[in-house]
């Protein structure tokens, strides 16, 4: 993923360098948005059971944090594993 975010960068033959900057930022940005996404599960994974709520919240909590973060990293794998 840094490699594809690294050709951003560089200078590429008739392409402004403004341009590769702005691409290589959106990217970035997306990447401390999906880290958030994924902290933000796993936070909600861990207060849920340490909390120790009743069953039925409890439960809601987990398997919501848990398809939340398998649906982002399925997410990432497709858009950036792939490219």
Request: glycine share 2%; proline share 1%.
């Amino acid at each position: 993923m840094y490699k594809n975010m690294l050709q951003y960068i560089q200078p590429v033959d008739g392409v402004d360098t403004m341009e590769n900057l702005r691409k290589f930022n959106g990217r970035k940005i997306s990447y401390i948005f999906l880290q958030f996404i994924v902290n933000l599960s796993i936070f909600l994974l861990i207060w849920s059971i340490t909390l120790r709520l009743t069953d039925f919240i409890n439960n809601i909590m987990i398997q919501f944090a848990i398809s939340l973060l398998s649906a982002i990293l399925l997410k990432y794998q497709i858009k950036y594993v792939s490219k």
